[in-house]
């Protein structure tokens, strides 16, 4: 059961819309003007956020930055999301959002955010121009990964357990998905 909660608004939300709502806990994020607000994450997503942070920041090229969240990625007035780790280069990063092609989104699947990371963001992260997404699943563990070619994902690659998952995109990186639990 999910617990992804549509509010309704006079017209479309936009960005500027979000900076007036509270700072509460909760998630806030823009599907082409629909605010999508979800609960914070458990430990085992924090856990598993923060090991995947370290394994890729000791590789990440100078060139690049490896964020958390909450950070939001804004490619339109009307979109709003917030990867749970992101890879930018640094000369994209602005003062208040990330508003260029991501190279690498990450999601960390939650029982409260999976059809909407599974569906809905992937799609906006396709349709936004994102060159890489990778998603985690703790409840394998696995990670599966698409790589963004001509507008469409494709090259889609999966590594569970003790396997290795192996990508050079955003970087050359290899992680084993037992590892973050």
């Known amino acids: 059961m999910t617990s992804v909660t549509l509010l309704q608004h006079d017209g479309d939300w936009t960005v500027d819309d979000l900076r007036e709502l509270p700072d509460d806990g909760l998630q806030y994020e823009l599907a082409d003007g629909v605010l999508l607000v979800s609960p914070s994450?458990?430990?085992a997503h924090q856990r598993a956020?923060?090991?995947l942070f370290l394994e890729l920041s000791g590789p990440c090229p100078p060139e690049l930055?490896?964020?958390v969240a909450p950070l939001?990625?804004?490619?339109t007035a009307r979109r709003s999301l917030q990867p749970d780790l992101l890879v930018v280069r640094k000369e994209d990063v602005g003062e208040l959002a990330i508003q260029r092609p991501l190279l690498l989104a990450v999601e960390i699947l939650s029982p409260s955010t999976r059809a909407k990371d599974l569906l809905v963001k992937r799609a906006l992260y396709e349709d936004s121009g994102v060159a890489a997404m990778w998603v985690v699943d703790l409840d394998e563990p696995s990670i599966t990964g698409w790589v963004l070619r001509a507008g469409r994902w494709s090259d889609e690659r999966r590594a569970g357990g003790d396997e290795e998952f192996r990508t050079d995109?955003?970087?050359?990186?290899?992680?084993?998905?037992a590892s973050l639990l």
């Open 41 to 43: 994450p458990r430990p």
């Open 72 to 75: 939001d990625f804004q490619p």
């Open 49 to 51: 956020l923060g090991r």
């Open 65 to 67: 930055e490896v964020f």
């Open 169 to 177: 995109l955003p970087f050359l990186v290899a992680i084993r998905p």
